[in-house]
């Protein structure tokens, strides 16, 4: 669990020197003057399911004039995903982890604007992010590559199509679903929202 805590402080200690910095998304500087204290969110896989163990945060920006509103997405993994030959999907579902945790009562993924029209086509391609299910994070960025260590690689990155408001729209109070390489779901977990309640 050391490992945890010490791979933690180092990613946030890179986060905050980053922080110090401009940020930019591929040519595009960004202002992070606009982070929203309220639209922060936490995810917490505590080793119960598979061993595995990781932090998933979510932080929003609002957005300016020269700006779209965005989510930074930080995703850290430091136990149970072992087999480096395997690419671990992992997304965002409909429902929130029912309290027995069993992770087939967190329904199907995220899609509030119905990218996949359930006829087996659908595909996340990157060069078209927009026709992506807002809650296909690893369709989007990638997956989580095994490490013989528990030690995968983190991923970070900013996905401007998630959205904070709305009962129907919200990606918060849903979970989080990891599944192996043939789609079994291996550990889900809660999106925990921190701060007050978001109005639409
Ligand atoms: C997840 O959140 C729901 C809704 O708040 C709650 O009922 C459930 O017990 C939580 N699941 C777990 C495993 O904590
Ligand atoms: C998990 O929930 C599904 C329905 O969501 C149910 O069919 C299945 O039997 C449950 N599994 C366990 C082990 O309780």
């Known amino acids: 669990m050391s490992h945890l805590v010490l791979l933690l402080l180092a990613y946030f200690g890179s986060l905050l020197v980053n922080l110090a910095h401009a940020y930019s998304i591929g040519d595009i500087p960004f202002d992070l003057s606009t982070i929203d204290t309220n639209q922060q969110a936490i995810v917490e896989f505590v080793g119960t399911q ?58 199907p993924h995220f899609d509030p604007k119905f990218a996949n029209h359930g006829d087996g086509t659908y595909v996340c391609k990157p060069a078209d992010l927009a026709n992506c299910e807002e809650g296909d994070l690893s369709g989007k960025w990638g997956p989580l590559i095994g490490a013989k260590n528990g030690l ?8 401007e199509y998630l959205n904070w408001k709305g009962e129907t729209t919200s990606f918060l109070h849903r979970s989080i679903v990891i599944h192996n390489q043939q789609g079994t779901r291996i550990a889900c977990a809660n999106i925990t929202h921190l701060g007050s309640p978001i109005k639409d």
């Open 152 to 159: 995968v690689t983190p991923q970070l990155y900013f996905d």
């Open 50 to 107: 598979n061993n595995i163990v990781a932090q998933i945060t979510f932080s929003g920006f609002s957005g300016s004039a020269t700006q779209k509103p965005t989510t930074l997405v930080n995703v850290v993994v430091v136990s149970g995903l072992t087999d480096p030959t395997v690419k671990y999907p992992y997304h965002i579902h409909q429902k929130p982890v029912p309290s027995d945790g069993n992770c087939t009562g967190t329904g």
